[in-house]
């Protein structure tokens, strides 16, 4: 920095510069790295705080059957981009809060090759996911079929008696993706 | 790769000219920095407007309720581009503009450490601008889905989210060589004697900022890479049909994100932080105390990005930790706040139009930091999140934070860098109507924000269409008043008088000891500062 005079002054400086710029890179070549690295942090996080176990089975929670309230069931079935028929057999069930209920969908695979996909639940409202607690369920593995092969498939739950008063209606919604990889 | 011309004595400075390229070819292939801070500047003063012209079709969209001059879908389109516009093609290369010029000249260094390098980083800019402009063009329009360009959405969009992504691609690479310019240059050329702690507050001020934007910007750069992969390479990193998490999304682009805006505002607490005591005739009160409030608001920006996204469901915990950490900001905030007051207490101050935006910003900026504690608070940012009233905190702390920074900072150096005086009436002029017009603009949309008015939607119910009326009034108010920026700074390029080598009385930094016009190649013997 301060022998800019000579000729040795200026090599130097180039060489700290470069040495500097070399450092430099290096950080920004880490933070690269760092933002995918957020990926299985953030998925750690969530599997040790329970913040996102959707294919996990609830515990049978030991519960009244609460028979003064009844609480509507709305079944749904959808398929991404894949192309299978699914569907409850009964698309609106009534039950009472801590009643073991069990209904079916039905699943088609309608093409010529054998086929894997996932089932993805979602809640409507969505505060009724936490309340609403399966002890069975196709979705919590994968579910291969052959070709024009048709199943039906289980869901056992339980709505917790402590769902709040003002959800009358419960939606609960399936989404069936393609596993990736799974074409042959 | 460093440039410094060690073959010129500092006599002949004057006909160097004569061994560049002339025409549009020296500013091609120039590596002077002076040259290179003139492209930024001018480059982001062309953004500025274009982004401008994308708020006033907004603003005219919004003039009143139902859908009059734009698709919704365009309308989107418009708010995203907006933002992106400003942020990465006006403020950003603003703030590297005025470091560009401004660095070498306040530490006494020749030139910047890597001359070529910053020739590229300037460079690739007009391309990933052509990018975004060129995306509205594609089938299915440009990215609609907010800048922040969360998924599911972007990874659904159409093509012009692609020409987006790679857009953000070159902006980044731009501002990371930048950056790593900066550093090397403020670490490595500082003038015999100018020790770190007598650089001026400006060149401080960069230096955390270039560090935040290499810490940074990569994590951009891998949060839109992600997104191409999950588009375009059966990737799902945010893609749920995969297995993927779009509020991880959220996450890696705010641990950018909040940083970001310090990024945005801390070259203009420099800017303000060299204003403020030339026109108050006194030194900056508390230097070292900026320096570290500088440093601890750069550390702490890494630790709130959550805050943007309270909404999404995370723990008590996580809410509870955000906001604390968020208001903690404000300690180092208000510190610099009050330096800049006690700078003004007892001052013999003028009213010059650098000065009048100085304060202008503190001011205003100061306002926008109090929003933001209000929506700091969870249960209060709940109810407020996406709401007008979040367009109305960051419009404060950006447009009378930055841009009046910047504002100060154009007429402050003016002199310098064209060896003109601008007309200091108009320059006042521009500095009241700004003010005035951005308050009308912006002061509503508290209002239409705290009465539940939702941001980036084209219509809305008919309650709020008086305040929209005003606020769209005021916008075009605003974006006119800026052409007399434009005829001003124009005006004094080609016919100003002449300015003396120091037009204010109370500068202190080292630029002010050259000739006015600064000589194309200044500090090549450097200078001893005691």
Redesign the interface.
């Known amino acids: 920095m301060s022998e800019r005079g000579s000729d040795d002054g200026i090599d130097d400086r180039r060489r700290s510069n470069r040495s500097l710029l070399k450092r430099l890179v290096t950080v920004v070549v880490v933070m690269f790295g760092f933002g995918f690295a957020m990926i299985p942090f953030y998925n750690k996080i969530c599997e040790v705080t329970g913040l996102r176990n959707i294919d996990i089975a609830d515990d049978a929670v030991n519960t009244q059957i609460d028979a003064d309230r009844t609480v509507r069931i709305e079944l749904d079935g959808n398929v991404n981009k894949l192309p299978w028929r699914f569907r409850p057999l009964t698309s609106i069930v009534s039950v009472h809060p801590g009643e073991l209920t069990q209904v079916m969908y039905e699943v088609e695979n309608t093409t010529d090759r054998p086929m894997t996909g996932q089932a993805v639940p979602s809640y409507g409202p969505q505060l009724a996911g936490q309340y609403f607690k399966k002890l069975e369920c196709f979705c919590f593995a994968k579910q291969s079929f052959g070709p024009h092969e048709k199943r039906q498939l289980p869901v056992v739950f339980v709505v917790d008696p402590r769902l709040p008063a003002n959800v009358p209606t419960i939606t609960l919604s399936y989404t069936f993706f393609e596993v990736e990889g799974n074409e042959s | 790769?460093?440039s410094?011309p060690?073959d010129h004595a500092a006599g002949h400075a004057h006909d160097e000219h004569a061994h560049h390229p002339g025409g549009i070819m020296r500013w091609i292939t120039t590596t002077n920095h002076k040259d290179i801070g003139t492209l930024y500047l001018w480059f982001s003063f062309i953004m500025f407007f274009a982004g401008g012209c994308l708020a006033l079709t907004i603003r005219t969209e919004l003039f009143e309720p139902g859908l009059q001059i734009v698709d919704p879908e365009f309308f989107n389109s418009l708010t995203t581009l907006h933002g992106l516009i400003m942020i990465f093609g006006a403020i950003m290369p603003a703030a590297v503009g005025f470091a560009n010029w401004q660095v070498p000249l306040m530490i006494g260094a020749p030139d910047m450490?890597?001359a070529r390098m910053n020739n590229w980083s300037f460079w690739l800019l007009p391309f990933a601008a052509t990018l975004l402009f060129a995306s509205f063009f594609v089938p299915g329009g440009a990215a609609a889905g907010g800048w922040t360009l969360y998924a599911p959405l972007s990874v659904q969009a159409g093509m012009g989210m692609d020409l987006t992504i790679f857009a953000i691609h070159i902006m980044g690479a731009s501002s990371?060589m930048g950056?790593?310019n900066i550093?090397?240059t403020i670490?490595?050329?500082?003038a015999?004697g100018m020790t770190m702690m007598k650089m001026p507050l400006f060149c401080w001020t960069w230096l955390i900022t270039a560090y935040l934007l290499?810490?940074?910007?990569?994590?951009?750069?891998?949060?839109v890479t992600?997104l191409l992969t999950d588009r375009h390479f059966?990737t799902?990193?945010f893609n749920?049909?995969?297995?993927g998490?779009p509020v991880?999304f959220q996450?890696?682009f705010w641990?950018f994100g909040h940083p970001e805006v310090y990024i945005m505002i801390l070259p203009s607490f420099g800017i303000v932080s060299t204003i403020i005591p030339a026109f108050s005739r006194k030194p900056l009160f508390g230097y070292a105390s900026m320096v570290y409030a500088t440093s601890s608001i750069a550390i702490l920006s890494f630790l709130v990005w959550a805050h943007h996204m309270f909404t999404v469901g995370m723990?008590a915990a996580g809410q509870l930790f955000f906001m604390y950490m968020t208001m903690l900001i404000a300690v180092p905030t208000g510190v610099k706040v009050f330096n800049w007051i006690a700078t003004m207490w007892r001052g013999s101050m003028t009213f010059e139009t650098p000065m009048l935006f100085a304060i202008g910003f503190v001011f205003l900026f100061t306002l926008g930091g109090f929003t933001g504690l209000v929506l700091a608070i969870t249960p209060v940012d709940i109810q407020l999140q996406d709401t007008y009233y979040v367009v109305a905190h960051f419009h404060y702390v950006l447009v009378a934070g930055s841009l009046f920074a910047f504002f100060g900072g154009i007429y402050y150096w003016l002199p310098k860098w064209c060896g003109r005086m601008y007309n200091e009436a108009m320059g006042i002029w521009h500095f009241w109507l700004s003010m005035i017009f951005f308050n009308i603009t912006f002061f509503p949309m508290h209002f239409l924000g705290l009465a539940g008015m939702p941001r980036r939607v084209p219509d809305y119910a008919t309650q709020f269409a008086d305040w929209n009326m005003v606020a769209s009034i005021g916008a075009f108010g605003f974006g006119l008043s800026q052409l007399l920026l434009l005829y001003n700074v124009v005006t004094c390029i080609r016919s100003g008088p002449p300015a003396p080598a120091k037009p204010w009385e109370g500068a202190d930094t080292l630029e002010w000891t050259l000739p006015s016009p600064a000589p194309y190649h200044t500090f090549e013997?450097?200078p001893v500062v005691q």
Do not use: K
């Open positions: 790769m460093s410094i060690h450490a890597f990371i950056s790593i550093i090397t670490l490595n050329l500082r015999p290499i810490g940074v910007m990569p994590v951009l750069a891998g949060a992600m059966g799902s990193f749920a049909a995969g297995g998490d991880m996450h890696i641990f723990p013997t450097p």
